[in-house]
């Protein structure tokens, strides 16, 4: 029963990762810039390390789909982001943005002693704000950015990044 749900877990992770893949345009016409990320979830109260790549929309509007594994003690919880946002018109050597997204948030427990009243291993959706603050230019590009997952377990993420041209 425990590889079933796993294995439908990791389809459905998949099939979203190629969905959000089939949003970017083909790779002949677009910049594609991979990046990973790592920082802290709040409520969960552990580190994350992630992978990105960052691709434009339109001259402002970018997508950045992510996935990010957090260090959580009694199990795992990893979330795959298919997040858009704006980069602001401002006349400084850094970009600034903000935005938001669709999360897809996979938790799981070792232990069912640790599992709180009517509380399973679970998949769910949540939705993501996000701003952050970056080098526009350059073969690598450090960032900094704060973001708000809401979801039945709403949590606050600070992460810091770099990003490859």
Same mark, same amino acid.
């Given at each position: 029963?425990? =590889?079933?749900?796993?294995?439908?877990?990791?389809?459905?992770? +998949?099939?979203?990762?190629?969905?959000?893949?089939?949003?970017?345009?083909?790779?002949?016409? #677009?910049?594609?810039?991979?990046?990973?990320?790592?920082?802290?979830?709040?409520?969960?109260? #552990?580190?994350?390390?992630?992978?990105?790549?960052?691709?434009?929309?339109?001259?402002?509007?970018?997508?950045?789909?992510?996935?990010?594994? =957090?260090? &959580?003690?009694?199990?795992?919880?990893?979330?795959?982001?298919?997040?858009?946002?704006?980069?602001?018109? =401002?006349?400084?050597?850094?970009? &600034?943005?903000?935005?938001?997204?669709?999360? &897809?948030?996979?938790?799981?427990?070792?232990?069912?002693? +640790?599992?709180?009243?009517?509380?399973?291993?679970?998949?769910?959706?949540? +939705?993501?704000?996000?701003?952050?603050?970056?080098?526009?230019?350059?073969?690598?590009?450090?960032?900094?950015?704060?973001?708000? =997952?809401?979801?039945?377990?709403?949590?606050? &993420?600070?992460?810091?990044?770099?990003?490859?041209?």
């Amino acid at each position: 029963m425990r =590889v079933r749900e796993r294995s439908g877990r990791l389809t459905v992770a +998949l099939a979203l990762a190629a969905a959000a893949a089939g949003l970017l345009p083909a790779p002949a016409a #677009a910049d594609i810039d991979p990046g990973f990320r790592a920082g802290f979830y709040s409520d969960a109260e #552990a580190a994350f390390i992630g992978g990105e790549l960052l691709t434009d929309i339109t001259r402002r509007w970018f997508f950045n789909p992510n996935l990010e594994y =957090v260090f &959580v003690d009694d199990g795992s919880l990893w979330t795959l982001n298919a997040d858009a946002h704006y980069d602001f018109d =401002v006349e400084t050597p850094l970009a &600034v943005w903000a935005g938001g997204g669709l999360a &897809v948030i996979f938790r799981e427990f070792d232990d069912p002693r +640790l599992r709180r009243l009517n509380e399973d291993d679970d998949t769910e959706i949540g +939705l993501n704000l996000l701003a952050g603050v970056g080098a526009k230019r350059g073969a690598m590009r450090p960032y900094l950015q704060g973001k708000i =997952v809401i979801a039945d377990e709403t949590e606050a &993420v600070i992460a810091v990044g770099l990003r490859f041209n």
